[in-house]
Nanobody
């Protein structure tokens, strides 16, 4: 079992920045990758970026340039640095941990609101 908790969301003005954190606990040694997603009410959950256990990163094309995924010094922490935020970045942001390449665990999400 893996438990994931996101934090760092909030209200930010357009053009601003936020850094989201995801802290994992439980059987994290078996996690092969972690990822960020976001979801707007009424729409499908959207993939943002993935980072593997050996720090290989991949991004959705639409997220490249403004968003950066990274891991902390502790293996159980992952970040999403978001810059130049736009109104359309408003969403609930979720982190995911994958175990054994097949089982996904999700956090409860953190709200990011971009508004003037």
């Amino acid at each position: 079992q893996v438990q994931l908790v996101e934090s760092g969301g909030g209200l930010v003005q357009p053009g601003g920045s936020l850094r989201l954190s995801c802290t994992a606990s439980g059987s994290i040694g078996s996690m092969n990758l972690m990822a960020w997603y976001r979801q707007v009410p009424g729409k499908r959950r959207e993939w943002i970026a993935t980072i593997t256990a050996v720090d290989i990163t991949t991004y959705a094309d639409s997220m490249k340039g403004r968003f950066t995924i990274s891991r902390g010094n502790a293996a159980n922490t992952m970040y999403l640095q978001m810059n130049s935020l736009k109104l359309e970045d408003t969403a609930v942001y979720f982190c995911k941990g994958q175990v054994g390449g097949v089982r996904d665990y999700w956090g409860q999400g953190t709200q990011v609101t971009v508004s003037s």
